[in-house]
Antibody, heavy 119, light 107 residues
Framework: EVQLVESGGGLVQPGGSLRLSCAAS????????MSWVRQAPGKGLEWVANIKPDGSEKYYADSVRGRFTISRDNAEKSLHLQMNSLRAEDTAVYYCARVTVAGTAWDYWGQGTLVTVSS | DIQMTQSPSSLSASVGDRVTITCRASQSISSCLNWYQQKPGKAPKLLIYGASNLQSGVPSRFSGSGSGTDFTLTISSLQPEDFATYHCQQCYSVPGTFGQGTKLEIK
């Protein structure tokens, strides 16, 4: 069974940094686009970033571009999100999600990791 | 960005009911529309992709239809485990925007 396990969330002050990780298993990680999707408390889902299978292309939501960096290590089957200059509005559960081979949906999700930005 | 609007925002229904949730896109998205189910404290789960294709393992009581700007998710006979929040998401253009969600509650 495909597994995605996030880690690295926590409480951070505004302006601070945090690095999220996602460990993937039971599928060929290097063949899939991967994404981060977040959900603020009591709110809807928001796509954050995508990365191509070989890491050569990365895309970001306007709300995080220039502050967040997505990366991956195919040898380690891991996905990362470096978050800098964090703001209160970045408070959310962050999900790692696998993009389908067709590239049009997220078919597997991790359990999520909570990031709280507060002083 | 393409805006996705779901209706209703919440819905009360009983076990055995037939339920329909609607999702409207601010511009045509062809059939690039997905539906996810999310239970409290859990990650979303893909139910329907490409507007009408049932994801593997999803019960056949779930179905999707529509194209262009108007889409529906139908649950033919509600089961206790179906009470959850449902999200539509367009995959036509980046960013893949979501609707605001429809919370399905027990009447």
């Amino acid at each position: 069974e495909v597994q995605l396990v996030e880690s690295g969330g926590g409480l951070v002050q505004p302006g601070g940094s945090l690095r999220l990780s996602c460990a993937a298993s039971e599928f060929t990680f290097s063949r899939h686009w991967m994404s981060w999707v977040r959900q603020a408390p009591g709110k809807g889902l928001e796509w954050v970033a995508n990365i191509k299978p070989d890491g050569s292309e990365k895309y970001y939501a306007d709300s995080v571009r220039g502050r967040f960096t997505i990366s991956r290590d195919n040898a380690e089957k891991s996905l990362h999100l470096q978050m800098n200059s964090l703001r209160a509005e970045d408070t959310a559960v962050y999900y790692c999600a696998r993009v389908t081979v067709a590239g049009t949906a997220w078919d597997y999700w991790g359990q999520g990791t909570l990031v709280t930005v507060s002083s | 960005d393409i805006q996705m609007t779901q209706s209703p925002s919440s819905l009360s229904a009983s076990v055995g009911d037939r339920v329909t949730i609607t999702c409207r896109a601010s511009q045509s998205i062809s059939s690039c529309l997905n539906w996810y189910q999310q239970k409290p404290g859990k990650a979303p789960k893909l139910l329907i992709y490409g507007a009408s294709n049932l994801q593997s393992g999803v019960p056949s009581r779930f179905s999707g239809s529509g194209s262009g700007t108007d889409f529906t998710l139908t649950i033919s006979s509600l089961q206790p485990e179906d009470f959850a929040t449902y999200h539509c998401q367009q995959c036509y253009s980046v960013p893949g925007t979501f609707g605001q969600g429809t919370k399905l509650e027990i009447k």
